[in-house]
């Protein structure tokens, strides 16, 4: 194992507090900042997302992450306050900078381990002797080692996206399906979607495609186009009708969609159901039947009806 001890330098611990900005964000609209040193984010009461480089992660108590050397971030906050421990530090002349060049270090600190070196960390800072430093960086060091564990342990409960817990993910996945089913009349765009749900569009879709095997954007088109059929074959609408009636938006897309799903136009979906389902009698049917005479043989015969469907 590295011993990292050496190579840690640390520049501020700080106590936190984010009040709710009450506003729909996305990672293109929050303004984020960037520094040239890692920052350590413990989550010690609340909810929200930490956006890291326009991805949102989703943090509550006892969530962990570390940000790496300049990459841009920001917190959302939509509901309650967060409030956090932060820890400003960097890894300085090491061969081996397995946080800033390695996989993201973000866990749940199950046990309270973590919980109980930051509070350590809170009491040094508070500390005026000269051994306080290097105190808390020996924490930070213990701090990022029980992290690479969680991190490497397939048993550990993990944090937020990286491995959220089944009951979360369906909860997710059924705000999603409700969202859909809400408003599927209307021309929403996936990115509409994820901003009224407070969710990362690209972390929204991979949600949803790692779940059900379909992209959003094709199971939205397909819910669409199980409506715009039964307006089709059910009604006398026009097709511009059923376009905007269904959420198309346009009768262009409508025709554009639906060809490439079904095969054939709407219109042609139409007149093939008319002519499948739609059936014609004769005039005067004939029923053809057979009885047995009671003087031996068998006697054939015929009549017409006029009314077929009685």
Same mark, same amino acid.
């Given at each position: 194992?590295?011993?990292?001890?050496? !190579?840690?330098?640390?520049?501020?611990?700080?106590?936190?507090?984010?009040?709710?900005?009450?506003?729909?964000?996305?990672?293109?609209?929050?303004?984020?900042?960037?520094?040239?040193?890692?920052?350590?984010?413990?989550?010690?009461?609340?909810?929200?997302?930490?956006?890291?480089?326009?991805?949102?992660?989703?943090?509550?108590?006892?969530?962990?992450?570390?940000?790496?050397?300049? $990459?841009?971030?920001?917190?959302?906050?939509?509901? @309650?306050?967060?409030?956090? !421990? $932060?820890?400003?530090?960097?890894?300085?002349?090491? @061969?081996?900078?397995?946080?800033?060049?390695?996989?993201?270090?973000?866990?749940?600190?199950?046990?309270?381990?973590?919980?109980?070196?930051?509070?350590?960390?809170?009491? $040094?800072?508070?500390?005026?002797?000269?051994?306080?430093?290097?105190?808390?960086?020996? @924490?930070?060091?213990?701090?990022?080692?029980?992290?690479? #564990?969680?991190?490497?342990?397939?048993?550990?409960?993990?944090?937020?996206?990286?491995? $959220?817990?089944?009951?979360?993910?369906?909860?997710?996945?059924?705000?999603?399906?409700?969202?859909?089913?809400?408003?599927?009349?209307?021309?929403?765009?996936?990115?509409?979607?994820?901003?009224?749900?407070?969710?990362?569009?690209?972390?929204?879709? #991979?949600?949803?495609?790692?779940?059900?095997?379909?992209?959003?954007?094709? !199971?939205?088109?397909?819910?669409?186009?199980?409506?715009?059929? @039964?307006?089709?074959?059910?009604?006398?609408?026009?097709?511009?009708?059923?376009?905007?009636?269904?959420?198309?938006?346009?009768?262009? #897309?409508?025709?554009?969609?639906?060809?490439?799903?079904?095969?054939?136009?709407?219109?042609?979906? #139409?007149?093939?159901?008319?002519?499948? !389902?739609?059936?014609?009698?004769?005039?005067?049917?004939?029923?053809?039947?057979?009885?047995?005479?009671?003087?031996?043989?068998?006697?054939?015969?015929?009549?017409?009806?006029?009314?077929?469907?009685?």
């Amino acid at each position: 194992m590295l011993d990292i001890l050496p !190579y840690l330098k640390v520049y501020t611990f700080i106590r936190t507090s984010y009040i709710p900005t009450g506003k729909k964000v996305s990672s293109e609209t929050v303004n984020q900042h960037w520094h040239s040193y890692c920052q350590l984010v413990y989550v010690r009461r609340g909810t929200g997302s930490v956006i890291i480089d326009g991805s949102f992660f989703p943090v509550s108590e006892g969530d962990v992450v570390i940000i790496r050397r300049n $990459e841009p971030h920001s917190f959302a906050i939509f509901e @309650e306050k967060l409030e956090t !421990y $932060e820890l400003k530090f960097d890894i300085v002349s090491s @061969e081996e900078d397995f946080i800033n060049d390695g996989p993201r270090l973000f866990c749940r600190d199950s046990d309270g381990a973590i919980r109980r070196a930051i509070k350590q960390i809170e009491q $040094e800072s508070d500390a005026t002797d000269a051994l306080s430093t290097k105190i808390i960086a020996l @924490e930070l060091c213990k701090i990022i080692l029980l992290m690479r #564990r969680i991190s490497s342990n397939p048993q550990a409960e993990p944090a937020a996206e990286l491995a $959220e817990t089944d009951s979360k993910k369906d909860a997710l996945l059924n705000k999603i399906d409700a969202y859909i089913q809400a408003n599927l009349h209307k021309n929403f765009t996936i990115r509409d979607m994820s901003s009224d749900l407070y969710m990362e569009y690209s972390y929204l879709s #991979r949600l949803f495609s790692a779940k059900y095997g379909v992209r959003l954007k094709q !199971y939205i088109n397909q819910k669409r186009l199980v409506n715009a059929k @039964e307006l089709i074959t059910g009604t006398d609408m026009t097709m511009t009708e059923i376009a905007a009636k269904c959420g198309f938006g346009t009768l262009y #897309r409508l025709e554009r969609i639906f060809k490439a799903e079904v095969g054939i136009s709407p219109s042609e979906f #139409r007149n093939d159901f008319n002519h499948k !389902y739609h059936v014609t009698f004769e005039a005067n049917p004939e029923t053809h039947f057979q009885f047995e005479d009671p003087k031996g043989g068998n006697i054939n015969g015929k009549h017409s009806q006029d009314n077929p469907c009685v």
